[in-house]
């Protein structure tokens, strides 16, 4: 009988034990197996561990069965903004701008608040660069128009909105909604508060009309 490769640790002397619901290895009841030395061992050491790994990979295959039940379930399904959107709404602001010849920077966010598009009308202002940016920004994580934030800043409420990091709570930045959802949001600087407020409209119905 040649030697089962299985066979790397059996104690001598022993017989071996009949074991059901196994796949047969070979072995049999009673049966005397040799050593790699040709002397008579037993094989109920190394059955035992056999049994041992089968049993360690049927749970094993349980328990990738049930983990792989309790993780199907659906994923999310979202609109998102993409870079073509991001172009069209900076075109209508900035053709809103162009219009009364305000100097504006003009920003577009995702939904993650991260920067899809950014424009700046020739000589605007460096600085309207990162209030655009930010005004979007603020935007989106308050799921609202930077207006609303000031006019409760101006009236005395919700101050402690000044100690956030990384809010700037000036009009212009107005979040982009689609079936509910908000998708992203655009912020422009550059001229009067209002005026930002006005190109960052036209830059929403660009996109949304």
């Known amino acids: 009988m040649s030697q089962d490769p299985l066979l790397i640790s059996i104690t001598k002397g022993e017989t071996v034990p009949p074991f059901r619901n196994l796949p047969d290895i070979g072995?049999?009841?009673?049966?005397?197996?040799?050593?790699?030395?040709?002397?008579p061992v037993d094989g109920r050491g190394q059955m035992k561990r056999v049994r041992a790994r089968w049993g360690g990979i049927g749970v094993a295959v349980l328990v990738a069965v049930l983990v792989a039940g309790t993780a199907s379930?659906?994923?999310?399904?979202?609109?998102?903004?993409?870079?073509?959107?991001?172009?069209?709404?900076?075109?209508?602001?900035?053709?809103e701008a162009k219009k009364n010849k305000w100097k504006m920077a003009i920003a577009i966010v995702d939904d993650g608040g991260h920067l899809i598009y950014f424009e700046r009308i020739d000589d605007t202002q460096i600085g309207s660069i990162d209030v655009s940016i930010g005004k979007a920004r603020t935007a989106l994580a308050f799921k609202r128009p930077t207006k609303a934030l000031e006019d409760a800043i101006n009236a005395g409420q919700n101050?402690?909105?000044?100690?956030?990091?990384d809010v700037l709570p000036r009009e212009g930045g107005i979040p982009f909604v689609v079936d509910g959802n908000i998708v992203g949001a655009i912020g422009v600087s550059g001229g009067k508060s209002s005026e930002d407020a006005q190109v960052a409209k036209a830059g929403i119905d660009a996109l949304t009309k």
């Open 27 to 39: 072995y049999h009841e009673g049966e005397r197996v040799n050593d790699s030395c040709g002397s």
């Open 73 to 95: 379930g659906e994923l999310l399904a979202k609109k998102s903004l993409s870079l073509e959107d991001g172009k069209k709404a900076a075109a209508g602001a900035a053709a």
């Open 159 to 165: 101050s402690a909105i000044l100690s956030f990091p």
